[in-house]
């Protein structure tokens, strides 16, 4: 259930942004890394400038993706920003690209290189991070055992701890752990209670 052949998958680190003028219209492209698809829309709306002329955008959110091409013909703007998202390894990314037109028409092949062509350049220069695919998981333990397995569940770089509910025998703890390392985490607490915790994998 927690194996499987993993791929390397990139996020971003942080917002990045790049401006270009192509025949008098002016782009800007800005890309962000997203937790879920409500940031996404968020990103989206509160990168979208009402003054311009379209505001085109796409996301890629593990096997959700979402693009849209706000006016501009069909297939020429969301799709290639898509694309650029894919074609770099991306996930749990948003890309907003804006223009204001300078009265040039550029065609459905200037319009897919322009969109596609500033969402890959800003994604070319934004820093990126590894992504570490996690599942979440309830740690149900005794009083006696939860300081010595909150420690060393913190201690370790592939295991997050989010939350801790108490209970009248000890505390649930909610964590998130790396998948490549969820076989070690549950032996690891399997041994440190000698079988008194219990994991629940909620996947």
């Given at each position: 259930?927690?194996?499987?052949?993993?791929?390397?998958?990139?996020?971003?680190?942080?917002?990045?942004?790049?401006?270009?003028?192509?025949?008098?219209?002016?782009?800007?492209?800005?890309?962000?890394p997203v937790a879920?698809?409500?940031?996404?829309?968020d990103f989206v709306?509160?990168?979208?400038?009402?003054?311009?002329?379209?505001?085109?955008?796409?996301?890629?959110?593990?096997?959700?993706?979402?693009?849209?091409?706000?006016?501009?013909?069909?297939?020429?703007?969301?799709?290639?920003?898509?694309?650029?998202?894919?074609?770099?390894?991306?996930?749990?990314?948003?890309?907003?690209?804006?223009?204001?037109?300078?009265?040039?028409?550029?065609?459905?092949?200037?319009?897919?290189?322009?969109?596609?062509?500033?969402?890959?350049?800003?994604?070319?220069?934004?820093?990126?991070?590894?992504?570490?695919?996690?599942?979440?998981?309830?740690?149900?333990?005794?009083?006696?055992?939860?300081?010595?397995?909150?420690?060393?569940?913190?201690?370790?770089?592939?295991?997050?701890?989010?939350?801790?509910?108490?209970?009248?025998?000890?505390?649930?703890?909610?964590?998130?752990?790396?998948?490549?390392?969820?076989?070690?985490?549950?032996?690891?607490?399997?041994?440190?209670?000698?079988?008194?915790?219990?994991?629940?994998?909620?996947?």
């Amino acid at each position: 259930m927690l194996q499987g052949r993993m791929v390397a998958r990139l996020t971003l680190v942080g917002v990045s942004s790049i401006r270009q003028e192509i025949k008098k219209s002016r782009f800007i492209a800005v890309a962000g890394p997203v937790a879920d698809e409500a940031a996404a829309r968020d990103f989206v709306a509160a990168q979208s400038d009402a003054a311009a002329n379209h505001n085109c955008w796409a996301w890629r959110f593990g096997q959700s993706y979402r693009f849209n091409d706000d006016g501009e013909p069909s297939g020429t703007a969301g799709k290639p920003i898509l694309a650029a998202i894919d074609g770099q390894g991306l996930d749990r990314v948003v890309v907003v690209v804006t223009r204001w037109f300078g009265g040039v028409l550029l065609g459905s092949g200037g319009l897919v290189r322009a969109y596609g062509g500033s969402a890959a350049q800003c994604l070319r220069e934004a820093a990126k991070t590894q992504l570490i695919e996690t599942v979440p998981a309830a740690i149900t333990c005794g009083f006696s055992d939860l300081a010595l397995v909150g420690a060393r569940l913190g201690a370790l770089p592939g295991v997050q701890i989010n939350d801790q509910a108490f209970t009248h025998a000890g505390a649930v703890l909610s964590v998130s752990v790396s998948k490549a390392e969820a076989d070690d985490v549950a032996r690891l607490v399997t041994d440190l209670t000698s079988g008194r915790a219990t994991i629940d994998w909620n996947t």
